[in-house]
């Protein structure tokens, strides 16, 4: 283990120079009980799963998601509280929700005519969502009006192991920590070779948030800068970040904290 932290600190340091610090300003502390802590949307609510059902909880309501038949939840997108997407990659089925996680949409890949195999879904704008298949290592964009997949012709390289998008961006980390951006029209960007991480969120096309060892760092890349963010936590399990509040996820409670990313 210190090993690794003086390995993660001389990489920093080699990378971008010594870190700054960043200050957050406490807004809120709750206790809850849950497996993993998805995140929180532009109202405030929080996600959650726990035994595998979707949650979502507001100040007076909670609401819930199951599906016993699809197995394991692989991934949950809540960039659109009105349209929620939940991958079960073990099944090649995403689910589509409203905000009070009634089931809108189901799409089984498999069952297209031109059978995807997919490892990654995440929303997009305009009734898409952004689909890699990995039968040709295809990134493209999928239509849930008309059930048709548009892929883009170039294969990923590599291996992906962690993903993210916004409306009009799907963002990828390969196995050899390089990090890209792939537009709605299929332009392909190397935005940099990012640092050893625990755990990561891809704020835009400049920055960068991420765990080492409990600490944790914001990374602009544009300016070859980074911010070590101040904290009390000694150790966390999940950080996520929206508009200017970052969300801290301990095994008993979840701190929100005001912040301002440079």
Do not use: H
Not at 246 to 258: G, N, S, V, Y
């Amino acid at each position: 283990m210190i090993r690794k932290v003086y390995t993660i600190v001389f990489l920093l340091v080699c990378f971008i120079g010594e870190s700054q610090k960043l200050s957050s300003t406490l807004l809120s502390a709750n206790s809850v009980l849950c497996e993993t802590y998805v995140g929180f949307d532009t109202l405030g609510d929080n996600y959650f799963i726990t035994d595998n059902v979707f949650i979502k909880k507001s100040s007076s309501q909670t609401w819930n998601y199951k599906n016993v038949v699809l197995g394991k939840i692989t991934s949950v997108d809540i960039i659109n509280p009105l349209q929620i997407v939940l991958f079960y990659e073990d099944f090649n089925t995403a689910i589509l929700l409203d905000n009070q996680l009634n089931e809108v949409q189901k799409i089984n890949f498999s069952s297209l005519e031109i059978p995807i195999i997919a490892s990654n879904v995440k929303l997009s704008g305009r009734n898409k969502l952004w689909v890699f298949n990995t039968i040709n290592q295809k990134l493209g964009l999928f239509d849930t009006t008309k059930n048709t997949n548009s892929e883009f012709p170039i294969p990923v390289q590599g291996t992906i192991v962690q993903t993210q998008s916004d409306f009009n961006t799907f963002y990828w980390i390969d196995d050899l920590n390089n990090c890209y951006s792939c537009s709605i029209f299929g332009t392909v960007t190397l935005l940099c070779n990012v640092p050893a991480f625990d755990t990561i969120q891809i704020i835009d096309k400049e920055r960068i948030l991420f765990s080492v060892t409990n600490k944790l760092y914001l990374l602009n890349y544009a300016k070859k800068s980074i911010f070590e963010i101040e904290i009390v936590e000694n150790s966390f399990k999940k950080f996520y970040y929206k508009d200017q509040i970052l969300a801290i996820f301990t095994d008993q409670e979840i701190k929100k904290f005001k912040i301002n990313l440079p």
